[in-house]
């Protein structure tokens, strides 16, 4: 094989690589749109949703809650360490508490929701797919977007705020727990540097990006689950790629909203 033939191939995969990603790109833009629809119909299914809150929500609140208390103890252990060499470790509590309440607390909740729920939601319609229980659904006359991956995409767009509120206040009291204990700083002063430098826009503008993440976590996960073929071996190639691809999108995401709020 010429070196000139090498380099046509590879041009070659690079364009099959590069059709089949804005093919993908498409067909994602569809499914989000059909959710979009489905939301407006009559009938909108009000349990199925409340059950996946419960299991996107409630279930993920564990794991959320232990991330977000060991990364604020960590937090404010390295940040005492660094502001003591200038005088300055009394203030760690408002170090810690607005990098929890603008980028830690949404996004690590993000990346622990989209490692738990994102693979559990590929993995069970997937399941279906490859068992054609999707197909079954369409035959009966039934819309399977509005049957299961609207309440997904719904619950996880509502929970994911809520568990974000909740890993900003446990990573802020994680924070406490070493600075009273390594620092020796009150507790009483911690507080009332994190109420004084955390604004309410802080907060508002971490959580307003849950929203986002909630979003992309489950629709990554659905469509990766309706993509699904090749049976059980498919299903275990789809949970992986759909983990890492939401986990990158959130983090593509969060520059790009951190962005725009900023100049806003």
């Known amino acids: 094989m010429s070196a000139g033939e090498s380099v046509q191939q590879r041009i070659e995969v690079l364009g099959d690589r590069v059709l089949d990603l804005v093919d993908r790109s498409g067909r994602f833009c569809l499914l989000a749109a059909a ?42 252990l390295q940040t005492g360490i660094a502001l003591e060499r200038f005088g300055a470790k009394l203030y760690v509590g408002s170090v810690v508490g607005l990098a929890l309440a603008r980028e830690l607390g949404p996004v690590l909740t993000a990346l622990m929701v989209g490692g738990r729920v994102g693979a559990g939601i590929t993995a069970e319609i997937g399941a279906m797919q490859v068992t054609e229980q999707v197909d079954a659904i369409r035959s009966m006359g039934a819309d399977p977007v509005q049957k299961l991956v609207l309440p997904r995409v719904v619950a996880a767009t509502l929970a994911l705020p809520l568990l974000t ?52 976590i489950a629709m990554v996960g659905c469509f990766m689950a309706l993509e699904t073929t090749g049976g059980t071996v498919g299903v275990g190639r789809a949970t992986t790629t759909a983990v890492v691809v939401a986990s990158i999108a959130v983090l593509i995401a969060d520059f790009f909203l951190t962005k725009a709020m900023l100049i806003l």
Not at 38 to 53: G, H, I
Not at 200 to 209: E, M, N, R, T
């Open 35 to 76: 959710v979009a629809r489905s939301a407006r119909r009559r009938r909108f299914p009000w349990r199925e949703t409340l059950r996946q809150f419960e299991a996107i929500g409630t279930f993920s609140l564990p794991i959320v809650l232990i991330t977000a208390v060991f990364t604020g103890m960590v937090l404010s």
């Open 165 to 216: 509120i909740f890993a900003d206040v446990l990573g802020a009291l994680g924070g406490l727990a070493i600075a009273t204990s390594q620092f020796h700083i009150s507790a009483n002063f911690y507080l009332d540097t994190v109420y004084w430098a955390v604004t309410i826009p802080d907060v508002l503008s971490g959580i307003a990006k849950t929203f986002v993440f909630g979003w992309i």
